[in-house]
């Protein structure tokens, strides 16, 4: 009874999905922020209500995989373009009219697009896009690259324009910590990081607290394991609050640039308290992004980061340092480090040589 009550609080609070069977797959990534960002092209959030309402309650939709996924980028300065997804609709200007390229198995920031849509076509291209891949992938083709593209495309019943005059600046990292304007007038965001993507009661409730006293009671997360509260006219108050409530606030932070996962205090798979490891090793040496992962999937980071520790006992790391010529974590440096010795060499370390 608990459980069902907890359950119904949380869909009332608009946290779940409109129908069980939409679930799994509400795998819809904007820009935390949509609508208020200055360099938006258009105001993602309508088109993007649009798409999950219809991934929740198209019935077929619910055979997708549970990781399948779709982007929209509305040109934002603040926007996770590094992250692969199924089908990326990417806004751009031409000629004085906002059309949506668009790709497949990629992502704005790093592929360039196959085709685009006007804008007023947007939810039309996903449905096809979706549509098309349920009646050419098998069972075992659970995700869009692994179809061939060109198969994709010559099903697509939608007329489709050239992408010429496409391009996408990149996103500008530091914006996901600290007080920036809104296109609004007078209104600004504040952006922090949970440390190490840990979020406590306390923590949550405060910035809950602080977004009714000092926005308009809403509060955003981030791809960055953070949180942003937005429409605030009084930004520093906010920042001093959520500093003390235990959110980092500046880049300068020491755990600032540290990723890790869940590691072996929650997850089976982890061969080492990554958590824990990250918090030793920020205190160690600060101003290069290390990715502390528990095994070989990479949950915690879609990028590969410039120094990736890869667990492979309790307390030990083999260190990797990105490399284009490298797939995966990049280029093996060190077998078995310890934290203490890991911390040794980054310090040693031009930065010039573990961070592009």
């Known amino acids: 009874a608990e459980q069902e009550a907890l359950i119904a609080r949380l869909l009332a609070a608009g946290l779940g999905p409109s129908n069980a069977g939409g679930d799994d797959v509400r795998n819809l990534m904007l820009s935390p922020s949509a609508g208020i960002d200055p360099q938006m092209l258009f105001d993602t959030r309508p088109l993007a209500a649009q798409i999950l309402a219809t991934l929740e309650n198209h019935p077929r939709f619910h055979e997708l995989s549970a990781k399948f996924a779709v982007q929209l980028d509305g040109g934002e300065d603040l926007a996770m373009l590094e992250h692969h997804h199924d089908l990326w609709l990417s806004a751009f200007v031409r000629h004085g009219e906002t059309l949506l390229a668009f790709g497949l198995a990629g992502c704005p920031g790093l592929d360039a697009p196959l085709a685009a849509v006007p804008l007023g076509q947007g939810l039309e291209l996903v449905v096809a896009v979706l549509e098309t891949f349920l009646d050419l992938a098998t069972p075992e083709q659970m995700r869009m690259r692994h179809l061939p593209v060109d198969n994709v495309l010559s099903h697509l019943r939608l007329p489709l324009l050239p992408a010429d005059g496409f391009t996408r600046p990149p996103s500008d990292a530091s914006l996901q910590v600290g007080t920036y304007p809104q296109v609004q007038k007078n209104q600004f965001y504040v952006a922090a990081l949970a440390p190490l993507g840990r979020l406590d009661p306390t923590m949550l409730k405060g910035a809950a607290q602080l977004a009714s006293d000092y926005g308009d009671g809403t509060l955003r997360f981030t791809p960055w394991q953070g949180v942003l509260v937005p429409?605030?006219?009084?930004?520093?108050?906010?920042?001093?609050?959520?500093?003390?409530?235990?959110?980092?606030?500046?880049?300068?932070?020491?755990?600032?640039?540290?990723?890790?996962?869940?590691?072996?205090?929650?997850?089976?798979?982890?061969?080492?308290?990554?958590?824990?490891?990250?918090?030793?090793?920020?205190?160690?040496?600060s101003g290069v992004e290390v990715h502390l992962s528990g095994c070989p999937r990479s949950c915690a980071a879609a990028h590969t980061a410039p120094v990736t520790l890869l667990a492979v006992?309790?307390?030990?790391?083999?260190?990797?340092?990105?490399?284009?010529?490298?797939?995966?974590?990049g280029r093996l440096h060190a077998r078995t480090l310890s934290i203490e010795a890991a911390g040794a060499l980054l310090r040693a370390r031009p930065r010039s040589n573990t961070d592009d």
């Open 231 to 285: 429409n605030v006219e009084k930004p520093h108050a906010v920042t001093e609050r959520l500093a003390q409530l235990g959110f980092i606030c500046s880049l300068g932070h020491p755990l600032a640039r540290m990723i890790a996962c869940t590691g072996s205090s929650g997850c089976a798979k982890g061969l080492a308290d990554t958590k824990a490891d990250a918090v030793q090793l920020a205190a160690l040496q």
């Open 313 to 329: 006992s309790p307390g030990h790391y083999d260190l990797y340092f990105r490399d284009a010529a490298q797939p995966g974590f």
